[in-house]
């Protein structure tokens, strides 16, 4: 099986300059003049865009309101889980506010609802996807799920992001109309599958099988690096006759890639195998009640 080629630092934050861009060019040309308000921050901006229209000349631009609330969450994640938490992420958030600036001269790409949906979505989650395959997020409410989850620690951290997406979606609804909710569900969907696809149809979790000769070089390097547990499962090989062990590991969406990396710089002759998982109860997913 061929494993995902290992990149150099610089190369990530290109990747995220690149989708951050994306997200903000679907921002501009279509969300933000057709009022879609999709969650996230972004969708708080547009809310609060329309809300001081009569006080700013064109409302607090999205830019303006990206930096005020994710720039103290990132302070407040810092002070939480120390200093180390969130650097790419950072990096990520500030240059999404800047390149929402220098696309803000594109023009409107169309005044039609559902084309504004389809083209969007598929921009904002090209975008979010490559942010996500550069081990990053834009902040937002993902990042403030973290927070709170820190102390609920019964709930999920995907429990709290939907919670707050519902909230500011809903506020939409108020601000904009049911028919423009409406339309921006669907947006939202269209943007998760999207993201999906950009990280090669990866769904809430993923399940790794490795069998290598070099498994507890493997095993040390994921719990160290990626703070997942791993399992070695008993298995017998039927046309070797020999017995191996083989390597369980359960990683979020994000984590994949870097897991596929850290087992090819081992061994690059590992046979690895990845399989979707829908749900996952325990330790670091979903917490029992």
Not at 148 to 177: C, E, P, R
Not at 254 to 282: C, N, S
């Amino acid at each position: 099986m061929e494993l995902t080629s290992k990149r150099k630092p610089f190369m990530d934050y290109i990747i995220i300059m690149i989708g951050t861009t994306l997200l903000a060019a679907g921002l501009n040309m279509f969300f933000v003049p057709l009022n879609l308000v999709t969650g996230g921050v972004t969708g708080l901006a547009i809310i609060i865009k329309e809300l001081t229209t009569g006080i700013v000349p064109g409302g607090v631009e999205l830019w303006i309101t990206n930096l005020i609330i994710n720039i103290p969450l990132f302070l407040l994640a810092v002070a939480i889980k120390g200093k180390g938490f969130g650097g790419r992420s950072l990096f990520a958030t500030v240059f999404l506010s800047i390149a929402l600036i220098y696309t803000g001269k594109l023009p409107v790409a169309t005044n039609d609802m559902l084309l504004g949906c389809v083209f969007g979505g598929v921009l904002a989650g090209a975008g979010l996807g490559l942010v996500f395959s550069a081990y990053s997020t834009t902040g937002g409410t993902d990042l403030a799920a973290s927070i709170i989850q820190n102390y609920m620690k019964h709930i999920s951290v995907a429990q709290i992001m939907f919670f707050l997406d519902a909230v500011i979606i809903t506020a939409g609804y108020f601000i904009f109309g049911i028919e423009k909710a409406m339309y921006a569900i669907v947006a939202v969907f269209i943007t998760a599958k999207v993201v999906d696809a950009m990280l090669e149809g990866i769904h809430f979790s993923k399940a790794a099988f490795i069998i290598s000769g070099h498994n507890e070089e493997i095993a040390k390097e994921i719990m160290a690096k990626l703070e997942r547990g791993v399992t070695g499962l008993n298995g017998n090989g039927k046309f070797s006759k020999e017995s191996k062990e083989v390597l369980l590991c359960v990683v979020s969406k994000k984590e994949i890639v870097r897991l596929k990396e850290i087992t090819r710089d081992i061994d690059k002759k590992a046979f690895v195998i990845v399989a979707d998982v829908r749900e996952v109860v325990g330790e670091g997913f979903i917490e029992y009640n």
